[in-house]
């Protein structure tokens, strides 16, 4: 017997309408600038932020890169339609954003924003794993323009981007701190700013800072999933007018992030104050903490850090605000920025160190219930830095700046602090039993090179008083469709033909047993059919359409049922069995299992036939979706 197997594909493409203006003629020229790829509302996303010179309905185009052939991209790609608006007369323009939705795992995707006819370069990213561990960056306050040399910043920006990647090739978020700019709408800060490619082909979690707060072009440059853009999260209380703000979420993996806009934090400027922030992270995490092991908070001021901002009268109160909350969340770790040094606090529980035989510098360090890790970013780009500052005697918990009792140069939160003029990022490892936070030099300091490490520490969470058992469950295995002969295939051998009534010879006997197994998840249907083809003795011959059959299922299983009786075409003048029939077929969400199929075979051919010892193959086909 011979056997043949098909399969069938689906392909799947993405269309939505837009609700934009209609599309730019041909002859109209549309200018793409400042494209930025941000985080979406989890791994499976990704937001896409634009400016455009027209007014025009635009979307971003995905597909996987190894189906764009010489920069085409293929019929099959998806389309995410665009919305935005008009930008502040500084900024000059339009904003556009789309989310792109549905990512699959391991896989190289390449886009491009605009229109048919007006489409700007195309980028590239990858997804990973959307399980288990995973690496992303932090950095702290590239504030262009702060040194009163904008090509310089930018060329820090860069380096440190280039530092980072080079030596992360796999990180999948980058993570700000807040202060992308030194002047809030000042577009030509925002493009050397956005100027690094890498910007295009790593998500961006973006960060509202101090710099970045007063205008619009921050929130022009950066759309964010899961966005409470409503009166308590501007500092002004007022989303219409020429200010940034809002806070958001998203998982990404197994970390729920949730970001907040710190420069509302007084309600006597109309907004709602640290109050609302606190809500905000209370409503979000009572909501979707369990769906994480992890949860990190980040803002742009620094309430322990080891510079001059430390001593800030809006970080004292935030100081008071905010840690209780955090611990009773049960918050793993804050990343903040602001005072342009680095610092990592000791764990802080309730505004106050949570152990207080922890160690400075300590590489090691278990968080007891509600024990949070603080950490503040340097500059990434070296555009400022700020020195550190004393303790002074104003106290060693709250607000207080005191000293540390274990080490007397530091403030009384700080475990580690350091300022060497130098450019650092920090790294955090997230894994499942620990967050492994690293700070590192992007440019060398003496001895101490480029990639040197300035700081680690691995943070172990708190487990409460049982112990938590974890198990990793992988994908499972798509299982597989598949038929074989029962036992040996021997020659299925009908004997000698029997004159029947003096017209017909007649002959019969059964097919060898077929196994069918189906371990399939997903229950796709399946069919097993066959045909025979002519009977043949040398040069003669009689149609296979003679030959008929009734097939039966003799162990069920797999959801299998024996197809219709086929006749010999010497009862009907059909065809029999030369054209294909079914054996067995089993329909969609039919059990996992397998079947033995059977059937028997009725051969009626006229006496006419000359004598002689016929064989011909029964050729059986598989199909299964």
């Known amino acids: 017997m011979a056997a043949g197997a098909t399969a069938a594909f689906l392909g799947l493409a993405v269309a939505a309408g837009s609700g934009l203006a209609s599309a730019a003629s041909a002859a109209e020229s549309n200018t793409l600038t400042g494209i930025i790829l941000g985080v979406g509302a989890d791994e499976t996303q990704r937001i896409v932020t634009w400016y455009s010179s027209a007014d025009t309905a635009q979307k971003v185009q995905l597909a996987p890169t190894a189906d764009v052939v010489n920069g085409e991209f293929p019929a099959s790609a998806a389309t995410f339609d665009a919305t935005g608006g008009a930008n502040i007369a500084t900024s000059g323009g339009f904003n556009r954003h789309a989310t792109i939705t549905s990512l699959k795992e391991h896989v190289a995707y390449s886009y491009r924003v605009g229109s048919e006819g007006n489409w700007s370069p195309t980028y590239a990213f990858k997804t990973q794993d959307f399980e288990g561990d995973y690496d992303f960056l932090f950095f702290g306050d590239p504030q262009i323009g702060s040194s009163g040399n904008v090509a310089n910043d ?23 701190g807040g202060d992308h700019v030194e002047s809030a709408n000042t577009e030509a800060q925002w493009n050397a700013f956005l100027a690094p490619d890498q910007l295009r082909q790593v998500p961006v979690a973006a960060t509202i800072g101090n710099h970045d707060v007063g205008g619009k072009a921050w929130e022009q440059h950066h759309f964010t999933p899961n966005t409470d853009r409503s009166a308590p999260y501007y500092s002004n209380g007022n989303p219409a007018s020429n200010a940034s703000g809002g806070d958001y979420w998203y998982i990404y993996k197994d970390v729920l992030f949730i970001d907040l806009n710190s420069n509302s934090y007084a309600t006597s400027q109309g907004g ?81 160190k949570a152990d207080p035989n922890e160690q400075p510098g300590a590489d090691d360090v278990v968080a007891g219930p509600g024990g949070v890790l603080y950490v503040t970013a340097n500059s990434a780009s070296g555009s400022k830095y700020y020195d550190i500052t004393k303790p002074d005697s104003s106290g060693t918990s709250g607000a207080g700046n005191g000293a540390d ?73 798509p299982g597989e469709f598949g038929w074989t002969i029962d036992g040996y295939n021997g020659l299925v051998d009908l004997g000698t033909a029997q004159e029947r009534n003096g017209t017909s010879f007649e002959a019969t006997g059964k097919i060898n047993p077929i196994l069918v197994s189906d371990s399939r998840r997903s229950l796709a249907p399946w069919s097993l059919s066959a045909s025979v083809g002519d009977f043949k003795d040398g040069d003669k011959t009689f149609s296979g359409a003679y030959l008929g059959w009734t097939p039966y299922v003799l162990d069920a299983g797999a959801g299998a049922e024996a197809g219709a009786p086929v006749l010999s075409s010497y009862d009907d003048q059909g ?51």
């Open 575 to 625: 065809k029999g069995l030369s054209v294909s029939s079914d054996l067995a077929a089993a329909v969609q969400g039919h059990p996992r299992g397998g079947a033995k199929l059977g059937a028997d075979l009725d051969l009626k051919f006229p006496d006419s036939v000359e004598k002689g010892s016929y064989r011909a193959t029964l050729t059986i086909t598989a199909l299964s979706s």
């Open 405 to 477: 009792p274990l080490n007397p140069a530091n403030y009384w939160y700080n475990s580690v602090q350091n300022q060497e003029h130098v450019r650092t990022y920090v790294k955090v490892q997230v894994r499942n039993d620990q967050l492994v936070v690293e700070n590192i030099r992007s440019a060398a300091n003496g001895d101490q090179g480029v990639g040197s490490i300035v700081d680690k520490v691995s943070v172990h969470p708190y487990h409460a008083s049982g112990q938590d058992i974890q198990v990793d469950v992988p994908n499972p295995a």
């Open 154 to 176: 930018q060329a820090g920006w860069q380096d440190t981007l280039n530092v980072a990647l080079t030596a992360n090739p796999n990180i999948e978020m980058l993570v700000s």
């Open 272 to 352: 709602g104050g640290d109050e609302a922030h606190t809500a905000y992270v209370t409503d979000v995490i009572n909501q979707h903490g369990d769906e994480a092991k992890w949860k990190v908070l980040v803002y742009h001021h620094s309430i322990y850090s080891p510079a001059s901002h430390a001593k800030d009268g809006d970080n004292k109160l935030r100081r008071v605000d905010f840690p209780t909350t955090f611990s009773k969340l049960g918050v793993d770790m804050v990343l903040q920025g602001h005072d342009h040094s680095y610092s990592r606090s000791y764990l802080i529980k309730n505004g106050e």
